[in-house]
């Protein structure tokens, strides 16, 4: 029995979409007989190719069930019980995991302030100190996120210059990939320009936001540097016994163009919304618009009724800024209904004649 209406379209995350029809194709031909368990299967093989491709011939993906799976088991692999991690304030593993990578890793975040979730050299030079002193967690990490929670991009020299800056100071550098494909479509840039060839020693890739059921991964860009990752992903409770279900969807998504078609969609969608809101008077765009997210301000009342009719997410509480994100499954027919209802909702503002 089906328990929603497929006609309902939000803008809330890219998570609320369900699976891509080739993905789901790939897991039934992936389906029927006996694999070894725990990712000695065929199909978990046969995908790191497909990675190496992507990312470079020394590349390895061990794949979890999540995106703060992935990034709890990736920061241990790089980091000791004394260690840190320094990272925009706004970043995805210090303000949506729940204390994860300081509860479950024991290690410590060092955050900074940046006013478009992009760290520099510089902003890291703020928490990039003090490593013999003892009463200080060491730095040992710098972790950016591409595209931002803040739905900016790094250029391919903004990568590669904080990489140069973290390993001159003997730091490694961690990239949150949830939305990977997303940047890529952005750049366009093959995925290790902005990784392997700029200088990332490992990511986390997500495939949930742009169009997988289930899974995502920890890609070892730096095999020299990365430490017991095999290990600590069963210790942390990320090591799927039906591997093979994870890894043939990632080969569906990764072995052609779908990645890039689906990101590179929602890309476009989140575009086509920024050009219809624009127009409409008492809506401001507030973030460049370089992924598939749109930040916008608007009255709180206006988002308030919006919401009754789409579901969205406030992005600040105290200034009423919402975020609005589009998905592979978006479509122009959504855009023009939701950039609609906003200027309906909009319009209702207006003071009487």
């Known amino acids: 029995m089906r328990h929603h209406d497929p006609s309902v379209r939000g803008f809330a995350s890219d998570n609320y979409a369900g699976a891509h029809p080739e993905v789901l194709a790939a897991l039934t031909l992936a389906n029927g007989g006996h694999q070894v368990a725990y990712g000695e299967d065929d199909y978990t093989a046969a995908v790191q190719q497909v990675f190496r491709r992507h990312f470079g011939p020394r590349a390895e993906a061990f794949f979890v069930f999540n995106g703060t799976g992935a990034n709890v088991v990736g920061l241990q692999a790089v980091t000791d019980r004394f260690g840190a991690v320094i990272a925009a304030e706004s970043a995805h593993i210090n303000v949506d995991e729940c204390g994860a990578p300081e509860k479950v890793a024991g290690l410590k975040l060092l955050t900074v302030p940046t006013p478009d979730g992009k760290l520099t050299p510089e902003l890291i030079d703020r928490q990039a100190w ?4 003892e009463h200080r ?12 929670e803040l739905g900016t991009c790094y250029t391919v020299e903004e990568v590669r210059a904080i990489c140069d800056h973290a390993h001159e100071l003997g730091m490694l550098v961690h990239l949150d990939g949830a939305r990977l494909a997303n940047a890529a479509a952005t750049l366009d840039a093959p995925l290790r320009a902005f ?3 700029a200088g990332v020693d490992l990511l986390s890739f997500g495939g949930t936001k742009n169009g997988l059921l289930f899974g995502e991964a920890v890609v070892v860009l ?10 600590l992903r069963k210790l942390s409770m990320q090591l799927a016994s039906k591997m093979r279900f ?3 969807q990632f080969e569906a998504l990764l072995a052609g163009d779908l990645w890039l078609r689906s990101a590179g969609h929602a890309n476009a969608m989140a575009r086509r919304l920024e050009a219809a809101v624009r127009t409409v008077d008492g809506v401001t765009v507030v973030r460049p618009v370089q992924s598939n997210a749109v930040f916008a301000l608007l009255p709180r009342q206006v988002s308030e009724r919006l919401q009754k009719r789409y579901r969205f997410y406030f992005w600040d509480e105290h200034t009423g800024e919402v975020r609005w994100m589009c998905s592979f499954d978006t479509t122009e027919e959504d855009i023009d209904g939701f950039a609609a209802a906003i200027a309906e909702e909009m319009a209702k503002e207006q003071p009487r004649q």
């Open 222 to 231: 730096n095999p020299d540097r990365v430490r017991n990752l095999l290990y």
């Open 246 to 248: 994870v890894a043939v």
């Open 130 to 133: 003090g490593w013999d002193d």
């Open 195 to 197: 990784t392997t060839d």
């Open 137 to 148: 967690a060491r730095p040992q990490v710098v972790s950016i996120t591409q595209t931002t």
